[in-house]
Each structure stands twice: as structure tokens, then as C-alpha cells.
């Protein structure tokens, strides 16, 4: 929700926030997506902007926003661009 309702956060912000481990963070957000209930994407080189983002929208993409790379599948729910490392998760 605190994505959601922002827009976009700092994945530093959702750490202080949740008083949690990075690695506990990236997880959780993982979980999420594996459950359907969050599509978004993050820039994990960025120091971790996440974005709330469209499922539609991002099942559309066709190269990386950030970089115009090619985005492959990753995982269920999961595809990443492979040259900038950003993940999209599709709900």
C-alpha cells in the first residue's frame, strides 16, 4: 500500500519505514508479486526506486524504459531487463 498510494518510494524509505533488512525488503516485495497483488518495477542499480506501475501497462512493454534493453521473463510474475537489471512485476 505504501507504494501504491505514493506512486513510487525509495527502497531506503521502505527499510526505516519497516525497521526491516534490505534483503528482508526485497523478499517481501518478491512475496507480493508472487501472491498478485502488486505490479510495479524497481531499479535495484538505482539504489532501489519502486514503482507502482499498471500490470496492463507492463505486460505491454516490449524494451526497458530505463535503457531500452530487452526485458526477458525471470520468474513468475517477474521479467528484468537485462542490461540495467531492472525488475518489473506483473500482478
Known amino acids: 500500500n505504501i507504494v501504491q498510494s505514493r ?3 525509495k527502497l531506503d524509505d521502505l527499510i526505516v519505514e519497516m525497521q526491516l533488512p534490505r534483503d528482508q525488503v526485497r523478499d517481501m516485495i518478491h512475496s507480493l508479486v508472487g501472491l498478485g497483488v ?3 518495477y524497481v531499479n535495484w542499480d538505482d539504489g532501489g526506486t519502486l514503482y507502482s506501475s499498471d500490470a496492463k501497462h507492463l505486460r505491454d512493454l516490449k524494451s526497458c524504459p530505463n535503457c531500452g534493453g530487452e526485458i526477458t521473463l525471470s520468474g513468475k510474475g517477474v521479467a528484468k531487463c537485462r ?3 531492472t525488475e518489473f512485476f506483473l500482478s
Do not use: M
Request: charge should be neutral; hydrophobic fraction near 35%.
Open 83 to 85: 542490461f540495467c537489471n
Open 7 to 9: 506512486g513510487q518510494v
Open 38 to 40: 502488486f505490479s510495479g
